[in-house]
């Protein structure tokens, strides 16, 4: 049956939409693509879970008590002070100059090695996925990204109304031979993916990293389909184990777009993230964010140029990298001990570890009857485009102590063991 045009006609009274004419006279003045756009399921569940008695194993919030607050305030202080009239103006698009200098030399510890002109700082990674999309995809279009991928990125991608086609993961990352399959059949089917995109280093939600060895191979699939990689890579200096992996993009300039942020490895309330971007791709990308934002936040750039400039920032990040490997060995420690039934991926590092439930469990059914008992996670179907994953959850370690991780994780057992006997 076709779909009834929404501009005109109106949805039908029997529509779960009818409710939203009721409550919004100007539902039928949506773009077709705002439809696409909708609220989590889970969001009502987690408004209760935000209440302290609840061990949330949900968010993604980075825990931030360990910042020196008074070194920032000063920072601030100073920046508006000396800066002000810089700080409080407009500014470049593209972002501070200095700013995209620094920046250089964060991502030179993962072996990347750009020009200043190549960086375009952003409002958060968040924003740079967003343009990314808008430069590149036509509604219908499809982007291919791993299974489960990052429900932000899926969001953005729905939002522009590209097509978002899966390729399996496992222990190791992406599968090269799966990633050459899925765009070979689509090829076949006359449809051409644009982008790729992936999380290569501690994935969001799956907690697993690309094998070294299978970058290359990653980038000669994509080079082949004519596929540009987009490589999102908050996480990516946030590993417990060794040097930090080489990016994507160190091994390729021309076919990837690199995608980090200080939200992980500083703090999320400043804004900053950043693109790099081959030459003409970033023209476009600083059109496109002119014409959303103007520029982006001079008064957030400045004080992160001086945090970068006046305080030991790589000691800031080894020091995150312990609390977090301290909450990830709580996390695994207690799901071994209290959890049995279910497996689990053990992270190397960023914040999150996939967990499959035993046999016959629906982790979204589920959610409900363990916000009961005072413990919220993230079903896993929030992380498919196609409705799969309601047999895994994801738990996050980043923000509650050790001793709320083993408490949270306790409760959680409670929860699948009376399941099971359901
Ligand atoms: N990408 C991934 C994989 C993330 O986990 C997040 C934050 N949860 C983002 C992008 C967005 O981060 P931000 O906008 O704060 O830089």
Not at 67 to 95: C, E, F, K, N
């Amino acid at each position: 049956m076709p779909e009834p045009d929404r501009k005109t006609s109106g949805p039908t009274p029997t529509s779960a939409a009818a409710t939203g004419t009721r409550l919004d006279p100007w539902f039928g003045a949506y773009a077709e693509r705002t439809h696409g756009m909708r609220a989590s399921e889970i969001r009502a569940l987690f408004a209760v879970a935000n209440r302290p008695e609840v061990v949330s194993l949900a968010g993604g919030m980075p825990y931030l008590d360990r910042l020196p607050l008074d070194v920032l305030a000063d920072i601030a202080q100073r920046v508006v002070a000396q800066r002000g009239l810089v700080a409080l103006q407009y500014g470049s698009g593209q972002g501070d100059p200095t700013l995209r200098e620094q920046i250089l030399e964060v991502m030179r510890l993962q072996g990347i090695d750009a020009h200043p002109d190549d960086v375009v700082v952003t409002t958060g990674s968040q924003q740079a996925l967003d343009l990314v999309t808008r430069v590149f995809c036509d509604p219908g279009d499809v982007v291919v990204a791993e299974a489960p991928s990052y429900v932000g990125a899926l969001g953005v991608f729905r939002a522009y109304q590209a097509d978002v086609v899966h390729v399996p993961i496992d222990e190791h990352g992406l599968v090269p031979e799966a990633l050459d399959e899925t765009l070979t059949a689509l090829a076949a089917a006359g449809r051409r993916a644009k982008l790729l995109y992936t999380v290569p280093n501690f994935h969001n939600p799956a907690g697993v990293s690309l094998a070294l060895e299978r970058r290359p191979r990653v980038l000669e699939v994509c080079r082949r389909h004519g596929v540009l990689v987009v490589e999102d890579d908050p996480y990516g200096l946030l590993g417990f184990e060794g040097d930090p992996r080489p990016a994507l993009r160190s091994m390729d300039d021309e076919g990837v777009l690199y995608l980090g942020s200080f939200s992980k490895t500083f703090a999320p309330g400043y804004r900053v993230g950043w693109v790099v971007a081959p030459h003409a791709v970033r023209e476009k990308l600083v059109l496109a964010s002119e014409s959303a934002i103007l520029s982006p936040s001079n008064a957030s750039q400045l004080t992160v140029s001086t945090y970068l400039q006046t305080c030991d920032w790589r000691a800031q990040i080894k020091d995150y990298r312990e609390m977090y490997r301290e909450r990830r060995d709580a996390m695994v420690g207690a799901l071994a001990e209290l959890m049995p039934t279910a497996s689990w991926t053990v992270p190397d590092g960023g914040f999150y570890t996939w967990v499959r439930l035993p046999d016959g469990l629906d982790a979204r059914e589920m959610l409900p009857r363990a916000v009961t008992a005072l413990v919220a996670y993230v079903p896993g179907t929030a992380f498919y485009f196609d409705g799969r994953g309601a047999d895994h959850m994801r738990l996050s370690f980043c923000y509650p102590t050790p001793e709320r991780i083993r408490e949270g994780v306790r409760r959680l057992a409670g929860v699948v063991a009376g399941e099971s006997e359901l």
